[in-house]
């Protein structure tokens, strides 16, 4: 069986795994909800300001929340990691011919599965508050960038998990990295009433290539050129987090 097949069959393990635990199965699915619905309530007459594109925030919004869900999925991805890690699973995988990569990408494929199916819930959601979301061409390019976020924060999230090897040094990675990505981007505001200091240091932010690409449907003056720059941007952005887990799984193999 060659690299993707293999692949396959361990994302099917992972995906297995998970519709065992239906709490998370709920807790992913109410999560996005909840997030859309709150701030979509909350924050409605902030499109008032200049520098939104659409007078509707749910339609600002909803893009923003899909990109936002897919993130923190794809940060907390490793500590499925840890806890296979802790059940020996991993010291048993490594008694089989199976491609240490493969071990690997079948948890960050598994992530940017999870994140897709998320951001159609989400887009659900928001379609039934009112949001068009681009039509059709506009969910195909959310649901991308929602999968490649995921996909891609979760292979630094299973890198770090494999070098710490601990829920409470996980944890404390999680946060550090996630709530910088979080506010350095223009997930819940425009970007032209963010500081310019923080619009710079954006522009190095795989959450806003996200967000930027998501968001093309209300953003004046977006192009095709650019929505493809930016996901072709989280594509190299997932394949760097890749290499970097697989390289933290071969440091955990020199270990043992």
Known sequence: MNAVGQTLVLFRRVMRNLSRQPI??????????????????????????????????VDYLTPGIAIMTAFFSGSWAGMGMIEDLDRGVIERFLTTPALR????????????????????????????????????LGWLVILAASGLIGAGLAGFSNGIALLTRREESMIAVANFISLPLLFFSSILIARSLIPGWMRGASLANPVEWAVRAARWHVLPGTSWGQIGLYLGLLVVFTAATGLFATRCFSAYQRTL
């Open 101 to 136: 990569s493969a071990i690997v990408w079948g948890r960050i494929v598994q992530s940017g599965f999870v994140s897709t199916l998320q951001a159609l819930v989400v887009l659900l959601v928001g379609l039934a508050l009112g949001a068009g979301n681009g039509g059709v």
């Open 24 to 57: 998370w199965i709920g807790f992913m699915l109410v999560q996005p909800m909840f997030w859309l619905l709150l701030y979509s309530q909350l924050f409605r007459r902030i499109t008032d300001l200049h520098g939104f594109g659409t007078v509707s925030y």
